[in-house]
Nanobody, 115 residues
């Protein structure tokens, strides 16, 4: 059972940057994939960014060019680097990984973009 703990959320002004970190309780060397999702109240959770086992990445159109996903196997962390933040990026962000066909989720961290 892998436990995921997100950190780094908070309040940021429009145009600002924020880095979210997700720390896993076990090694992430053998994961199938890892991703970040976000959810706005009243809406379904949406995929933001994904990284496969081989390191290839893909992003939702609404964050492409502004967000970046990275992974540090030694630290067991998956980061989401968010730049040029907009008020519509306000959401709860969730870390996710899949290992051996099993999905694991963090509890979420709130990001609020507001002046």
């Amino acid at each position: 059972q892998v436990q995921l703990v997100e950190s780094g959320g908070g309040l940021v002004q429009p145009g600002g940057s924020l880095k979210l970190s997700c720390t896993a309780s076990e090694s992430i060397l053998s994961i199938d994939m890892t991703s970040w999702y976000r959810r706005v109240p009243g809406e379904e959770r949406k995929l933001v960014a994904v990284m496969t086992r081989t390191g290839s990445t893909n992003y939702a159109d609404f964050v492409k060019g502004r967000f970046g996903i990275s992974r540090d196997n030694a630290k067991k962390t998956i980061d989401l680097h968010m730049n040029s933040l907009k008020p519509e990026d306000t959401a709860v962000y969730y870390c996710h990984l899949r290992r051996w066909g099993v999905d694991y989720w963090g509890q979420g961290t709130q990001v609020t973009v507001s002046s």
